[in-house]
T-cell receptor
Framework: GAGVSQSPSNKVTEKGKDVELRCDPISGHTALYWYRQSLGQGLEFLIYFQGNSAPDKSGLPSDRFSAERTGGSVSTLTIQRTQQEDSAVYLC?????????????FGSGTRLTVV | QQQVKQSPQSLIVQKGGISIINCAYENTAFDYFPWYQQFPGKGPALLIAIRPDVSEKKEGRFTISFNKSAKQFSLHIMDSQSGDSATYFCAANNAGNMLTFGGGTRLMVKP
């Protein structure tokens, strides 16, 4: 597609439930990133995939968070046993490479609300 | 050393005025400095970027000024308009590494 697609756009879940957030990057982009943005806040890095290399998971806030990228394309971010503090907008971005001069293309995000 | 510090956190500018957002970095290996613009409900989008071999880059009403010796760069928005009201993020990286983002500046342009 022309841009980065994220689904669902909104998700309301009960505390303790698991959620899966999906990201479809731009075709051909080898790098894929997940960020979290709390209301009115900055971009909190979560995880980064580059080609076939092991992902950089250094930003994941707890072991309840995990992500995978299948076939070097679609990525899924999973949050287990959701907590109210997980409520945020989860943004996915992709790029040709980490240092691409064309920058990152972000999706519109998934707004997660844990009630 | 990977941090990029951005200021101010929020900014209110009159329509037609100049908006200025500043960023500072420590890592002298950084060689790419983009600015992203984010509207409510959307992801950030690349606005303008500069490399350290030039001190200024202008695209329309948007200008990046770069001071290599001070390790600072700034975004200037001339003749600010209501449509410029958004959150702006500076960022930096060097080849092969992912971007390090500043904390963001929420700009409001008042009529």
């Amino acid at each position: 597609g022309a841009g980065v697609s994220q689904s669902p756009s909104n998700k309301v879940t009960e505390k303790g439930k698991d959620v899966e957030l999906r990201c479809d990057p731009i075709s051909g982009h080898t790098a894929l990133y997940w960020y979290r943005q709390s209301l009115g806040q900055g971009l909190e890095f979560l995880i980064y995939f580059q080609g076939n290399s092991a992902p950089d998971k250094s930003g994941l806030p707890s072991d309840r968070f995990s992500a995978e990228r299948t076939g070097g394309s679609v990525s899924t971010l999973t949050i287990q046993r959701t907590q109210q503090e997980d409520s945020a907008v989860y943004l996915c971005a992709s790029s040709l490479s980490p240092g691409s001069p064309y920058g990152y293309t972000f999706g519109s995000g998934t707004r997660l609300t844990v009630v | 050393q990977q941090q990029v510090k951005q200021s101010p956190q929020s900014l209110i500018v009159q329509k037609g005025g100049i908006s200025i957002i500043n960023c500072a970095y420590e890592n002298t290996a950084f060689d790419y400095f983009p600015w992203y613009q984010q509207f409510p409900g959307k992801g950030p989008a690349l606005l303008i970027a500069i490399r350290p071999d030039v001190s200024e880059k202008k695209e329309g009403r948007f200008t990046i000024s770069f001071n290599k010796s001070a390790k600072q760069f700034s975004l200037h928005i001339m003749d600010s308009q209501s449509g410029d009201s958004a959150t702006y993020f500076c960022a930096a990286n060097n080849a092969g590494n992912m971007l390090t983002f500043g904390g963001g500046t929420r700009l409001m342009v008042k009529p």
